[in-house]
């Protein structure tokens, strides 16, 4: 055990002497998603009809990292949810030996996307944007270049908790908060991973910040990134590099400005929202040094999960009865839940829920860090619903109780457990197999 | 006898005998019969399943002190002396039963410090056990919280006095070679010379951890070591006894078999029997048969809402196996005994089944929504 130990030092500690073997190469790519017109948009229930055309494009961001044995590209998607496991795998197949984690900012101004189309019939812009980023995720392969990588962080205060709990412990739903009526709790970090290539120039800025993209509400008809495009957009003209933003832990953390009316400039409440996360990342960004990481590995580890349907299976089918039929597709008796990890090194690492955690999960990981710099993605490879925790689901309020969320208490609770398990087995710090007794 | 691996051989005699006590509480449709004994890891599905068919009691929860100067118990699960064990405790609970009066139940919170943290994380990150501490060094984490219910009947007389602590019942060593019920029996004894018509019950906490700090103290010293140990805990038991507040409300109780895999072998599943209690609105027990780190005590105290939200290890009121050891996710990172090698069910475990525990608490408070609209 003690020699064991001494060489796992030697190791960590030579690593610097050591010839390079390999570095960590990244690459960058993005596609225009946007859908035509006409098609119906994701986020509430009260719009006044389809889509009439695009405010922003839709983008499909594409950064490839790779230690020259595990390629793996991160897609981010400025849709409200990721494309069904179906879709998902379409594009795996295509990009092999690449293998691809897709994460979604959940703009509300983007198209609906469902789990499974009848007949698996996809519709057709869809299905151009799979191909769009299967493309893209080769040319950020091909175009790949020796990495420095770097993280650091910074605070912006963009979102508030919309669950407001009262002095007796029950909650009501505050939405907006014009106001600025201090809520809790909310993460206001912004967690910031810039890769440069060799000569320093940045690739990419990937942001890592939780708050829903609903500045723009039901009365816009137009496509839009909403604030994290604006803030891609600022990031980019101040340090060059592609910008992305990866969605955290939001299911309760809504912009103070929710739904800005379009007749209240909400186009350019989105730009300030977007430029003040931007002035907040450019800030962070500029203080990263960045280093080549030689002989680092990436490490990708996707579990599935098990839980069963949070409620009575009859008593749900029936609440759905006066929603569109496709929603019955969403009940099943038991759900299989990807639970995503992520590292690059041993210093950065990803743990991703497939839906909309409460923030407190978030927290929950920045406190626990399993790597030095662990980011967390909501919204990944997969789209089930809201994951209260437990204490959340207690005090009820929207995403906590109901409908929006169906899959059973302590799902997420158990789901970031084994990210962080998994982060842990990718650095090597968990075992599978038992040491010699002391 | 179980406990420790280098005892030079089998027990030679009896120093103080093991005692299985019996509190059965029944309130509107639902009866519980708690039963603490004197043993390391007794599962006793025997007397569950007999309990609840001839006796009609709704849910049996079989605790054990988890001494260290006990027979095997788990592993000598198909020996004559446990299916005499197992007859014995029908028997109690049927005298129990025989025994039922109109009670009030009492619920208090004191603390001391008996027991450390035995182990210690180095500064490259790696446990080293830790597991005498004499000179009482202070070390993390560690509970001192003891819980006490009190249960008297209607005219004021105490009839039942119940102790939860978090300590391995390990003062007596390998050399030891008398049965003994370690300080959990010197408590007893001590609480019930107070409460001269009670008895004095043992619930053991979450102390997987947690070793008495004059741990494998030898004998004969040993003896003298675990009786004051046991009167310190009574004082304090018995302290807050006296000033415990009335609990009111119904007795509700929920089991679950819960599927683990097995943490060196994914292809084999243990079944883990989670028991889940409350009593009115400021008592709930969660209940595990294995061996629960102390901050998985810690978080389900900070996670509950219910005021005195207790984790019972060594305890088994759902059937399944015996689970052994439970680490947090943290502990198995940084590794040691009972949270490496030695442990049997996957990383994630004590937490996933303290949540799924808090889950049922809350399902039977009526506290979660089961609306789907």
Redesign the interface.
Known sequence: MLDK?ISV?ICVHLWFLTPVFGEIKAGAARVDITPPAGIAMWGYGDRKGPSEGTRDPLWARVLVVDDGTTPVALVTLDLGRTFGPAQMDWVRQRVRPVQVVFTASHTHSGPVLDEEYPGGRVPDWEQKALEGIATAIRRAYDSRVEARIGAGWSVAYLGHDRRYTRFD?SVFMLWGNPAGVPTYPVDPAVAVLRVDDAAGKPLAILVNYACHPVVFGPDNLRYSADYPGAMRNYIESKLGGMAFFLQGAPGDINPYKDKTPLIEDAAGEMARAGETLGRAVVQAAAGIITRSLPDARIGLRVDTMHFRL???ER??R??LASLPPRYQDYVKPEYHLPVTSLTIGDQFAFVGMPGEPFVRFQMDLRS?LPAPFTFFLGYSNGYYGYFPG??E??A?GYGA???PT?V???AG??ML??G??NV?RLLG??S??????? | MGGYSDRAGPSTGVHDRLTARVLLLKAGQESVAFISCDLRSFVGDRVRERAMKELGIGHVLVSSSHTHSGPLSWENRTSRWYTETEDKLVAAIAEAKKNLVPATVAVGRGEIYLGHNRRRIGPEGRATMFWRNAEQAPTSPVDPTVTVLRVDDAKGKTLAVVVHYACHPSVLGPDNREISADYPGAMSREVERQFPDAIGMFWQGAAGDINPYRDKEATPGGFAEAERMGRALAAEAVRVARKASPVTGDLHASTEVVDLKHRWDLAATIHAGLTAITLGTQVALIALPGEPFVNHQIALTAKSEVPYTLLLGYSSGAGGEWIGYLPTIDAAVTGGYGAGWNTTVEVGAGEALVDRGLVRMYQLLGRLSTDAR
């Open positions: 130990r030092f412990g949070r409620y009575d008593q749900i029936a609440s626990r437990i204490r689901a207690v009820g109780n109901g409908l169906w059973e208490v302590g609770e158990r457990d084994r962080i398990i842990y710090k968990l599978d197999q038992p040491e010699q007794p002391q």
